[in-house]
């Protein structure tokens, strides 16, 4: 045992063995937990896990498992004793309709790998990616404050948002990207049969197109299950969109072609990369009842406003249910947050880094 404490990771697959990794190197004692004995036994062998085990009293765990297998192993891990659970899927709201623990914190990180299984996982791999955390109204704010401390150290930037906001966003910016790729790969494969130096051809836009598609095939149709209906609207638009280039190709319409691709490149360039320098940067206070979901309610609210939060804590009153929830926004986005706060009787005061 050690001063971080005892974390559960249920599935040491690429992602779960590099929460292993990274909470190792954090200072926490990891357990690691699978039903393939051959890849629990891998992850202790390399040094994945300090131990393989079973589900039992815990502070953190993990479940880092297919989609359809996470509720029933949140509920399990739960019932076992473990004080704060979490979970590293893809999609969220069904999880939030089946659960209503105050000790789960949904949470999803943005990162991942072309290798598989436990022999490509890497502490680093979180290092400057987003771990998303959607918190409903039974959250705890103990337990949302824990996982967010718990993946900062691991390097990521966490971002607040509901359970289904995050799975449509998700199903733009990872589900259909993915499913595109993949369709991608397998028009040129059925190409290359007729062609057999098609994929020698193959250069580097290409291979970052399909890179994605290298992934473990086996994690999808669950996933394309559980967020069907943000999947389905996504790729409707997607095909509108390939619809509309195909007459202009069609019609050689240079001038239409050249406005699209200029529009697609400028939203390329515009993607955000870092957060912005301290002196940019404002802190928001904003004085609450000391009660279960406060927290996750005002991180929820500067999602959908738009307003990127840096960094959250609440600091809980020693003289009654009060206390005080800590916000680090971008100086340009936080007056828009104070009067959204304001509409909703919070009395928010902020405070400029710079």
Request: proline share 5%; net charge negative; aromatic share 4%.
């Amino acid at each position: 045992m050690n001063g971080q404490g005892t974390a559960i990771v249920v599935g040491v697959g690429l992602i779960g063995g590099s929460v292993a990794l990274a909470l190792r190197r954090a200072g926490w004692y990891v357990v690691g937990v699978d039903t393939d004995a051959a890849t629990a036994q891998h992850a202790l062998a390399t040094g994945v896990v300090d131990e393989v085990g079973g589900l039992g009293p815990c502070d953190l765990a993990v479940i880092a498992t297919p989609v359809n297998l996470i509720a029933g192993l949140v509920q399990a891990a739960l019932d076992a004793g473990a004080a704060v659970v979490t979970d590293v899927g893809s999609v969220k709201a069904p999880l939030a309709a089946l659960l209503s623990d105050g000790r789960f914190v949904a949470g999803h990180p943005i990162a991942g790998s072309e290798q598989d299984g436990v022999s490509g996982a890497n502490a680093d791999i979180f290092s400057g990616s987003v771990w998303v955390l959607c918190p409903t109204a039974d959250t705890d704010d103990a337990a949302l404050s824990r996982v967010k401390e718990v993946v900062s150290v691991f390097g990521a930037q966490v971002l607040v948002m509901s359970p289904e906001r995050h799975d449509e966003l998700v199903a733009v910016v990872s589900h259909v990207p993915h499913l595109t790729a993949a369709t991608l790969m397998r028009v040129a494969a059925n190409h290359a049969e007729q062609q057999r130096n098609l994929l020698r051809l193959a250069a580097g836009g290409f291979r970052d197109m399909t890179r994605v598609a290298a992934g473990q095939p086996s994690i999808w149709p669950a996933i394309c299950t559980q967020n069907s209906k943000a999947i389905v609207n996504v790729l409707d638009d997607l095909l509108t969109d390939l619809a509309w280039l195909r007459e202009a190709v069609a019609n050689q319409d240079e001038p239409a072609l050249l406005t699209h691709l200029e529009g697609a490149r400028v939203a390329r360039r515009n993607l955000p990369t870092t957060a912005p320098d301290a002196q940019n940067m404002s802190e928001m206070r904003v004085p609450v009842l000391d009660r279960p979901g406060e927290l996750a309610a005002i991180a929820v609210l500067a999602t959908e406003l738009d307003v990127n939060i840096f960094d959250l804590e609440i600091a809980h009153s020693s003289e009654g249910p009060q206390g005080v929830v800590v916000l680090l926004v971008e100086s340009e986005t936080a007056p828009k947050l104070s009067i959204a706060l304001r509409e909703r009787g919070y009395r928010p005061s902020i405070q400029p880094l710079g």
